[in-house]
């Protein structure tokens, strides 16, 4: 795959090994530019090359330290305007806020909406994602949105790593739709963990609907943070008689004490994406061999030649 005509590739300091990546995928240089930070912390951006007129596409995930990484994007697209390309595209591997994209409590912003309006605002034309927490936060922007699934990329490696007497489970009602999606796509059956608290100040109440008993098991979800929910998930399954225990999500936060929360659950193996770079949190997990860490950047390379070429990416989905 190599892509041809006036384009280029550009990176913040959120995760250049990926926009390396895409770049060796696409058979073409990463574009020149310098970051530097002042003093008093304020980030400072230079493009070294001439972007005038080109289909500019800048790869930086909004993942923690999410704040400094968002504005980052923002200052980059900025300068990308004022220097006279032609077209920017924001390539998010991961939005961050995406968790709050509904006011489901008196008084709480609406987050997602503010930082997509901040994006499209700073320049954005277009957007490239993956796995959105929600779905409906591509009717955020106010600019066509290019929503890709990492769901291809996982099933490819359970078809070549096949798991005998196998079971999706949602972790919750609201994961029910991508779980039924990967059952359908591995030809396995489907569980479903209800979840529910009953009073203030105690654990939650984990139900699994549908027989695990004797069953293999892969907990899918779109995100990790602390991982506490996902070993819960996977406590309740081996209550109920599950046999190997595996969880796959595209987006590996893995925050606070996330790793120790896996090593030491039911969990035999999780299976990830690097929408999101592993970050220090994250080692003692990687020497443990409990994680194992599948690219995105096939996927982003092929939508971003077809989205430089001005032809479909539903191929994509399949």
């Known amino acids: 795959m190599s892509v041809t005509g006036n384009v280029k590739i550009f990176s913040g300091n959120a995760h250049p090994a990926l926009a390396k990546e895409i770049c060796s995928h696409l058979k073409c240089d990463l574009g ?145 739709e991508r779980a039924r999606a990967y059952a359908k796509r591995l030809n396995a059956g489907l569980a479903l963990c209800d979840k529910r608290r009953e009073r203030a100040n105690e654990a939650d109440v984990m139900n699994i609907v549908g027989d695990v ?25 081996h209550e109920a008689g599950a046999n190997e225990i595996f969880a796959c999500f595209s987006h590996a936060v893995l925050s606070g004490k996330a790793s120790d929360n896996i090593i030491s659950s039911h969990l035999k193996k999780v299976i990830v994406t690097n929408t999101i770079p592993l970050g220090p949190n994250a080692r003692a997990l990687e020497d443990s061999g409990k994680i194992e860490v599948l690219s995105v950047a096939k996927l982003l390379a092929s939508a971003i030649k077809s989205i430089h070429d001005e032809t479909s990416v539903s191929s994509l989905f399949i």
């Not at 310098?34 to 090359?49: A, M």
């Open 213 to 237: 008993s004797g069953k293999n098991c892969l907990i899918v979800d779109d995100m990790c943070d602390t991982g506490g929910t996902i070993c819960k998930v996977a406590k309740a399954l």
């Open 32 to 176: 020149k530019s310098s970051t530097e930070r002042f003093s008093d912390g304020e980030f400072n951006f230079q493009i070294g090359e001439n972007i005038r007129g080109s289909d500019v596409f800048i790869v930086q995930p909004t993942c923690p330290p999410t704040d400094q990484n968002l504005m980052e994007l923002l200052i980059m697209m900025d300068t990308f305007v004022r220097a006279s390309a032609e077209r920017v595209t924001a390539v998010i591997p991961y939005f961050g806020y995406a968790r709050s994209d509904k006011k489901d409590r008196p008084r709480v912003p609406i987050a997602a909406k503010l930082v997509s309006n901040l994006i499209v605002r700073a320049g954005a034309e277009r957007i490239l994602t993956i796995d959105l927490h929600a779905s409906q936060i591509q009717g955020f922007f106010d600019v066509p949105v290019d929503h890709l699934y990492a769901a291809p990329i996982v099933v490819e490696y359970f078809n070549n790593n096949p798991i005998d007497n196998l079971i999706v489970v949602a972790p919750d009602t609201g994961g029910a």
